[in-house]
């Protein structure tokens, strides 16, 4: 298995149809699995820079747009499905590259991470215990049965405070919160790009996504049902969206809040894609090289 990973805007999707191309020259198919979380969702594609069919140049893509806005995406959910993917790709002989910036969703298909499945009144009493009490009250929870988790996920991630305490109050076990070792086979390249060069990349970025038709995409969803959606309606762009449709914020605060969030969202990625052995590539860069690795590789 090849893994494409980095910081959202690096070009990581540019790159794996480009490796691709390369092995396709040497009579190697290959077959992209996402890992980003938020292209999962059908109709999320403004917002999350997800390729158009027709711009995927043949290559199948999976785990693309098969869920609806409300439907809430886990890696619980996701981890088998991805896993399944990649064995079905490899039994048809071809090459399985991962792709994308979701850290615990790629961590997942990497390594032996194991996840349970969701208690759903658990869930539910502990979600309202988060909209009573706050983030910080879940994590001194946390932190009084899992001391190691509750300093790993820190106290404003509300989603995966209530996530971790949900997985120790029915397994009895810590939360996984380290990185597992590689699967054997696998390789990682992390893309990446000079600090400077991608604030000033994804700051333009999130101007276009508001040029090419952010508001008509939120608009549209809504429609489906995106405010009932709890994964979703949370998704960096898409909440901002919304607020400037209810005429909450305008588009400038909209757009500089979105742009605020990305930044954070990637330094976020870099930090935890770095901790992995990988190739490191500067952008969308080096296919060639790469895919002559994956072949010696086979």
């Known amino acids: 298995m090849l893994a494409i990973v980095g910081a959202t805007g690096t070009g990581k999707s540019q790159l794996a149809l480009d490796v691709a191309g390369a092995l396709a020259e040497h009579d190697v198919p290959a077959e992209v699995v996402n890992a980003d979380a938020m292209q999962l969702y059908r109709g999320m594609d403004v917002g999350t820079a997800k390729l158009a069919l027709a711009e995927r140049r043949g290559v199948p893509h999976h785990l693309m747009d098969v869920l609806d ?10 981890q088998p499905r991805a896993r399944a993917a990649v064995a079905a790709i490899e039994a048809r002989s ?4 991962l792709v ?8 997942s298909v990497l390594g032996p991470l194991d996840f349970p499945g969701t208690d759903e009144p658990l869930r539910a009493a502990l979600e309202a215990d988060l909209e ?8 001194a929870r946390l932190a009084e049965v899992d001391e190691r988790a509750a300093a790993a996920i820190g106290p404003h991630n509300g ?3 209530v996530r971790a305490l949900e997985v120790v109050t029915t397994t009895g076990r810590p939360f996984p919160v380290g990185l597992p070792d590689v699967l054997p086979g696998t390789t990682i390249v992390h893309v990446r790009r000079a600090r400077d060069e991608l604030v000033r990349a994804l700051d333009a970025r999130v101007e276009r996504m508001w040029a090419h038709g952010m508001l008509d995409e939120v608009r549209g969803l809504v ?3 995106l405010e009932r959606g709890s994964t979703a309606t949370a998704a960096i762009g898409y909440r901002q969206a919304l607020d400037e449709l209810h005429g909450r914020i305008g588009t400038p605060e909209a757009i500089a809040e979105t742009q605020r969030l990305t930044r954070r969202y990637a330094r976020r990625q ?3 894609f770095q901790r992995y052995p990988a190739i490191d590539v500067d952008g969308p ?11 010696a590789a086979r």
Request: hydrophobic share 50%; aromatic share 8%; glycine share 12%.
């Open 94 to 97: 071809a090459v399985p590259i």
């Open 100 to 107: 994308g910036g979701s850290g615990l969703y790629a961590s």
């Open 270 to 272: 870099v930090s935890w």
């Open 223 to 225: 429609e489906d049902g």
């Open 159 to 161: 989603r995966r405070l």
């Open 285 to 295: 860069v080096g296919a060639d090289a790469i895919a002559r690795h994956v072949l």
């Open 69 to 78: 806005v409300t439907d809430e995406a886990s890696v619980a959910w996701y």
């Open 132 to 139: 009573r009490d706050g983030a910080a009250a879940m994590h």
